[in-house]
């Protein structure tokens, strides 16, 4: 039931949330690790996406990887449920903003459309974010906002019902555990973070196995990882394998 009624969620929304899904111990890990990579990363790179605000590609060495972050039963269902079953992850990464960082404009998570010369076109959903957090998501951390609904809108549609306040804007707040699965059509945007704490956002992509760009970077996975893995979980993963 939990399944159709969240895949009944996107489509009606453009996002839904499984609140206290994945296992904290696992989620905690992969934070204890990553956490210093992240530190070595925002002190030393240029913001890469607005002032104060950084993406970078998340590794695939354990326990920052895990394979509950992409092979879990539900959310494989729900994907799959929305846009059928021939499905691949194929993007695994952070997004961070730092305290500094100022509200995004509103935007889709796509840097073009599917057929260019029709840009609101209304299709089926091509692809699909599933994120979860690595702290607690306070107001203050700089939570996702999601204009609702906004998916089933043409572009400039869209825009004028979040000016006019005629769309639901809903800030996502996470716990450790919880999911968010949303639509990247669905307009968007970061708040500020105002705290001294990073705030980030592990996401994994999946799309309809005919779809591929190259709108982000992302790491290989070792070739120890990738034989660790089942027939079945190979063929979900669209990234370079390294030795």
Known sequence: MIVSEKILEIRQNGFCVLRAHLPKPTVNACKEAFWPILLEYVHGAEANRGPCRHFLPMPFHRPCFAPEFFFDTTILDVIRGAMGSRVVADQWGCDIPLRGSESQRFHAD??????????????????????????????DHGPIEIATGTHRMAR?????????????????????????????????RG????????????TVRYVRRWYADE??????????IWQSMTQEQ?????FPITD
């Open 110 to 139: 796509y840097q073009r459309p599917l057929f260019e010369e029709m840009p609101d076109l209304s299709l089926p959903p091509y692809m699909l974010v599933v994120s979860f957090s690595l702290i607690d998501i306070s107001a």
């Open 156 to 188: 400039e549609e869209a825009i004028s019902a979040i000016e006019s306040g005629d769309c639901d804007v809903h800030p996502v707040l996470l716990e450790i555990g919880d999911v968010l699965v949303r639509h990247p059509r669905t307009l968007h």
């Open 191 to 202: 708040t500020p973070n105002i705290t001294d704490t990073p705030r980030p956002l592990t």
């Open 215 to 224: 709108s982000r970077e992302v790491n290989a996975i070792p070739n120890t």
């Open 234 to 238: 190979r063929a979900i993963m669209r």
